[in-house]
């Protein structure tokens, strides 16, 4: 059974960092693409960081809003994805997900993944002072 869990939500001061992560299980990861998304109360789902696969040529997509602040990282041999989050801000505040799919354009241009992709729970993420 495919299964995604993220963690390393948590509630951090501005300018903080958080280190997210997203274990796959059920699946092999290097075969995907690796978006995360995230989504705040009362605001539409957004996508901020993308990361293709390693034997891609062109590796991480970024949404302007975390360009500079955040960083995506896979280590496929522990099946893991990561989010590196810096200098965090108070809006960069919601619920953080995971999102794999085979499709590069709909996840990591268009931010929109297609029918094929699978999404983890959520981990939640506090910026706050």
């Known amino acids: 059974q495919l299964q995604l869990v993220e963690s390393g939500g948590g509630l951090v001061q501005p300018g903080g960092s958080l280190r997210l992560s997203c274990a796959a299980s059920?699946?092999?990861?290097?075969?995907?693409?690796i978006g995360w998304f995230r989504q705040a109360p009362g605001k539409e789902r957004e996508g901020v960081v993308c990361?293709?696969?390693?034997?891609?040529?062109?590796?991480?997509f970024y949404s302007d809003s975390v360009k500079g602040r955040f960083t995506a990282s896979r280590d496929d041999a522990r099946n893991t994805a990561y989010l590196q989050m810096d200098n965090l801000k108070p809006e960069d505040s919601g619920v953080y997900y995971c999102v794999v799919d085979s499709l590069l354009y709909s996840l990591c241009v268009r931010w929109s993944p297609s029918s094929k992709s699978s999404w983890g729970q959520g981990t939640e993420v506090n910026v706050s002072s």
């Open positions: 990361i293709s696969r390693d034997r891609d040529p062109d590796r991480l």
């Open positions: 059920g699946f092999n990861l290097d075969y995907y693409y």
